[in-house]
């Protein structure tokens, strides 16, 4: 009898474990960022590996790959290339909406198999520490009353950054000349040295030179405030910017960090990244890194994933068409 | 005294024994690649550069500039015992380091050559040391215009001041800035010149076109000029190197001269050959017994490997401060930066102190531990070139393609590669040379997006390359540059014309 009871504990013990034994990984898995080294994406990615690799969640290794080459477009073709290869993952932002419709990249997000949303971005509208416009009605102001326009900087062309852009000049009648670069690091740095009047930077890309009293924060897009309330600054927190909404500058925008593979893998691979990342935005490391960096903590999969996404599309092709950004 | 603070900092990086390791191993790579004919310093670090992608960036970039240092030791071992330079910087060093080989005093010139090359190099180091943290102060002020000036400052010393003709240093330049304009466009967005194909996407990596200009051409020139290999022999024993150094104090002018020109010449693009000719050749006109000079005179080494690597280590300074590189093994680090998201340009001693500070301690280990190394291993690399050059050219070729590959892992780039090969023997047949069109296809995606930045911002205005003194001096000198030639003529006239007058 005991030994019976012994051979029913070992076979649902073996029962119970065969979850374990699902689909994992046999190679390295490499996380694909479509941007360059040491931007947002590039961040966030390490910060992956790394709760990945202290919470042991994966027998494999992670490695980070860059391929932000042709504005990230290098990083799309080569997901789309890369059908039922499940050691590749797209750590995707708009670009996957904005791309295909400016650039003509032959691209769409639903070749791919969506994982999760493990994110989202804000925007916040920067000025230079030294200028005297401390609000957005100043600085609006100060934009109309200039002979020359105001300049903008932001992250390539007809990309987010400058959609906002657009929309701030269609909600005040202000003028702004919009200056492209490469990077949101150097969007930052020319504010700083002057450069150029204002950017409308995530809070990571703006975050050092913010704490180091160079640039000054006037309004973030966003219906409610970042909910961080621990000083940045010595005075500030993010949760003290107010919205531009709350300024009287009625723009709003949020992007989606999210998790894809490539197309054509199985049921059974998707669940297993769907487990890991849903695992990993529980780790210290995760949340850690959502406060620092002002992140919108989200977590999407499925269908919630599916109908985001649909929505998310629709919506950025509304915005990317009325700027007049859709490439004939 | 904020630079003496940093660099003890920047020590205290390195000082770790996985960066002591990685250092070895860059010399001995370095002092590998610089032995080989064909390959030499740009070529070794192309190659080897996407070794280092999955390093930390301090830690590749000490690597990097191992590599550097030891292939610039390195050409001077195959000067001296083959005749044959490794780098066209070391051609000097042949003039008398050959014959002193040939009289059998291989390892006073080896030892005088590698003495020459530390102390070259750190002097300019100690330049860098303290001019470094005066740029970085003055980083903030470039914008597009200025950024725009400093590259028409370098594209055009390199068309006013080169020694090759003018007309095809331009031809080489445009085919290069050509190219740079395949891929995505930053200011517009669009795609330009990539004929629906998704691999000319990502535009041409300057990198692949690097490593078939220079290293898959040297091997097809080799293979047709039949190169035979003939060496000397040479051990460096403690006597010599010892009765070497003793004599050093004898050549302190020489020594100081080479150095200065060096760095001078170092820091304006181009220079280090220059500076290796110059410093030999202003040796030779101070000497009083001129005809000894290329028969095997120990100053004959000295003068040019000091001058060579005091400028192919100032040439670094140009490059992390301004983003212009001064040699073409400096322009493939500048690259090798940007993988690493290091833009090189005045914020980087702003952005990342312990990355610079940490390559500037590099420079001082690396070259103490470098000739170290160099005069202990000298036997050892020397027996390389006995090989036959049939056995050690298809590993060339392999290692070429290797390196094209990983760097963006496509099978795309392999071809490029041989299709540069061709180029660059096509190129080096018909006297087109190589650096401005690797320049070209270095700067050229930079230089064009700030002048439409500064374009936009300005609203079309020229004016504003003039808009204020910084911006207007860089660009007035690269103007005066370009039509350096023709101004020197014009002052030539007016003196002559003058000096009658005065008779």
Known sequence: MRRLAKIAAAGAAILLSTPALAWEPTKPVEIVVAAGAGGASDQMARMIQAAVQKNNLMKQPMVVSLKGAASGAEALIYMKSSDGDSNKVLIAYSLIYMLPLSAKIPFNWRELTPVAVIAMDQFVLWDNAGKPYKNVKEFIDAAKASSSPFKMGGTGSKREDQVLTVFMEKRTGAKFVYLPYKSGGEAATQLVGNHIDANVNNPSENLEVWRAGQVRPLCVFDKERISYKSKVTETQSWNDIPTCKEEGLDVQYLMLRAMFLPGKVTPEQVAFYVDLFKKVSETPEYKDYMEKQALKPIFLTGKDMTKFLEEDDAQNKSLMTEAGFVAK | ??????????????????????????????????????????????????????????????????????????????????????????VATTFDGYPMAQQGRAAEALTAAFTSSFIGSLCAVLLITFLAPMISSFALRFGPPEFFAVYLLTFCSFVGLGREAKHKTIISMALGLLLTGIGMDTISGQLRMTFGSTDLLRGINFLVAVIGLFGISEILLTMEERLALRGHAAGISLRVILKVWMDLPKYWVTLLRSSFIGCWLGITPGGAIAASFMGYNLAKRFAKDQDSFGKGRIEGVFAPETAAHASGTAALLPMLALGIPGSGTAAILLGGLMVWGLNPGPLLFVEHKDFVWGLIASMYLGNVVGLVLVLTTVPIFASVLRVPFAAIAPMIVVSCAIGAYAIQNAMFDIWLMLLFGVVGYVFKKIGIPLAPFTLALVLGNRAEDAFRQAMIGSGGDLGVFWSNGLVGFITTLALALLFWPLIDKAFGRIGQMLRPAKA
């Not at chain 2, 940093?6 to 610089?34: E, N, R």
């Not at chain 2, 080897?48 to 030891?70: E, K, N």
């Not at chain 2, 390195?74 to 780098?87: D, K, M, Q, R, W």
């Open chain 2, 1 to 90: 005294m904020e630079a003496f603070g940093l660099l003890l900092h920047g020590f205290t990086v390195l000082l770790t024994g996985k960066t002591l390791l990685l250092m070895m191993v860059g010399l001995v790579l370095g002092i590998f690649v610089g032995v080989l004919p064909g390959l030499g310093g740009p070529n070794g670090v192309a190659i080897l550069l996407p070794l280092t992608f999955t390093m930390d960036p301090t830690s590749a970039i000490v690597m990097l500039s191992c590599i550097y240092w030891g292939a610039l030791f390195g050409g001077a071992i195959t000067s001296i015992l083959f005749n044959i330079p490794g780098e066209a910087w070391s």
